[in-house]
């Protein structure tokens, strides 16, 4: 954890805040923990940590043709 974070207020409609309430206390996380993993993921900032494809678990998708569409998948994952 940072030594020093800034409060920010996010206003969020009844059913958003109330599904990460759920997902917070599911995982055992604080809503503040939840949020700042979910705002570093959006962005693509994870401090300490590099950045993971998704085509990097395309092994276990069951497509036979990973190997001959990989440029595409992986331009695609970069584009996100």
């Known amino acids: ?5 800034r409060r920010t207020t996010v206003k ?13 206390q599911a995982q055992g996380k604080t809503i503040s923990e939840l ?7 959006h962005l ?3 401090p300490g940590s590099r950045r ?3 085509a990097g ?4 998708s069951g497509h036979t043709d ?8 992986l ?3 970069v584009s996100r």
């Open 44 to 46: 693509g900032h994870n």
């Open 66 to 73: 990973i190997s001959e569409h990989i440029e595409e998948i």
């Open 1 to 5: 954890m940072l030594a020093y974070m």
């Open 75 to 77: 331009r695609a994952e």
């Open 57 to 60: 678990s395309a092994g276990h």
């Open 12 to 24: 969020l409609p009844d059913d958003l805040d109330a599904k990460l309430r759920h997902e917070a």
């Open 35 to 41: 949020t700042r993993e979910a705002i570093e993921a």
């Open 52 to 54: 993971r494809l998704m």
